[in-house]
């Protein structure tokens, strides 16, 4: 059975070639979304390292954050912008997942982090997710559950307003585009109080979504938020 499924799997690979993300470099067996090479490229931030890091200083006056971190850097021009664009519009769920593993995997080496009690990936609304077909942030916070063993929590915030997408907005339009979108379910608060939450999300810009996302869980209860993003724009 074992060779019928391994002459099956290359009979796959053969028509569908399992590529590197990055460079389209063809994946050997145990290689996942990048081959070695990209991936010991990655443009790591060590920022989970780092107290008082930028990505925990974009949020400074702003809300509160008990610690923040970017796994890789974003910089214009970088064959790594592939990853969140094929995750978000290319139906490849499984980017998130991969990279979220390797997030959580730092993550887990780290004290301020070992006290989460759950993940809470920033939701989609409803008509966005069901076009996408799954919310890309929520696959990030799988992985990072994969490689910690923190549950994902998304019975707890919702997007309950459709907004415009925040790409190519500035600083001020997108606070206004994401103002009061989100919302706490009806008895959840009670779920969060006393709580220590990882807020997960696909990339760092201005941190508006972020904070908004932020200030409606603190509004709705007495608890600690630490936020974690696969990408920090550069």
Request: with cysteine; aromatic share 8%.
């Amino acid at each position: 059975m074992k060779l019928i499924g391994s002459l099956f799997s290359d009979f796959v690979n053969l028509i569908y070639p399992n590529c590197c993300e990055v460079c389209g470099t063809l994946l050997g067996l145990r290689e996942r979304v990048m081959c070695t090479t990209c991936r010991y490229k990655l443009p790591r931030t060590g920022y989970w390292l780092q107290k008082g890091n930028p990505v925990e200083q974009v949020f400074w006056g702003r809300v509160p954050v008990s610690n923040a971190c970017s796994l890789f850097f974003m910089a214009k021009g970088s064959p790594y912008r592939k990853l969140l664009h094929k995750l978000k519009y290319s139906n490849k769920p499984h980017i998130g997942v991969t990279l979220g593993q390797l997030l959580g995997n730092e993550l887990a080496k780290v004290d301020d982090y070992k006290g989460v009690d759950f993940v809470i990936p920033i939701p989609l609304h409803i008509k966005r997710e069901r076009k996408r077909g799954y919310n890309q942030s929520e696959k990030i916070a799988d992985g990072i559950c994969l490689s910690t063993g923190k549950p994902v929590r998304t019975d707890i915030v919702f997007r309950q307003q459709y907004n415009e997408t925040q790409t190519k907005k500035t600083r001020v339009d997108r606070w206004s585009n994401v103002s009061g979108i989100f919302a706490v379910r009806p008895k959840a608060a009670e779920l969060l109080a006393g709580k220590h939450i990882l807020l997960v999300d696909d990339v760092l810009t201005t941190g508006s979504t972020l904070e908004a996302c932020i200030t409606t869980i603190l509004n709705a209860a007495d608890c600690k938020v630490s936020v974690a993003t696969l990408a920090v724009a550069k």
